[in-house]
């Protein structure tokens, strides 16, 4: 592309916007052709004057009410940015709350957790001892039944150590 000169490029562009400007006073001026066009603009450019001219009258005749009334719009937003700053500040010490709690409710789980091992060791050491008692009452009555004369032979340590559920003949009837 050519390089064009600023004056050619203003030509260029003042050409667009005439462009534009006819084609939109054409366009209104078709549009203006309708009747109903026409009276809905006729309408619209009286509401408009009079609702200018009311305004300047009202700060003509009144001009603190004017500012009075901008003042209390601007108290009323500046409250309301308030409302919501505190309900921010309310929102987020709920989901401060809520996280502290459920910081609180994980280490009471970790709690309850040693507490469990706490009570499989106590359980482990329980399950231990009646293996102890059971091999000693195993023990007496084989040296009971071994010095009677009517004594059937009765389970071993050996076979308590490696088959805990073994049972004497006599014993699992």
Request: glycine residues 8%; proline residues 2%; without cysteine.
């Amino acid at each position: 592309m050519a390089y064009q000169s600023y004056e050619t490029y203003q030509k260029d562009d003042s050409k667009l916007l005439k462009g534009i400007l006819i084609g939109a006073a054409l366009g209104a001026a078709v549009a203006m052709l309708d009747r109903s066009t026409r009276q809905s603009m006729k309408q619209r450019s009286i509401g408009v004057k009079d609702t200018t001219k009311n305004l300047v009258r009202t700060v003509k005749d009144d001009p603190q009410s004017l500012t009075s009334g901008m003042k209390e719009t601007f108290q009323s937003a500046s409250t309301a940015v308030n409302d919501v700053v505190e309900d921010v500040k309310h929102l987020m010490n709920t989901v401060d709350s809520v996280k502290n709690t459920g910081m609180q409710a994980v280490e009471q789980v970790k709690g309850a957790g040693s507490e469990v091992a706490k009570i499989g060791s106590k359980l482990k050491d329980a399950g231990q001892d009646v293996k102890e008692h059971s091999k000693d009452t195993v023990a007496e009555i084989s040296d009971k039944n071994s010095t009677s004369p009517t004594s059937t032979s009765g389970p071993s340590y050996a076979d308590l150590d490696n088959n805990p559920h073994v049972v004497g003949r006599n014993q699992g009837n």
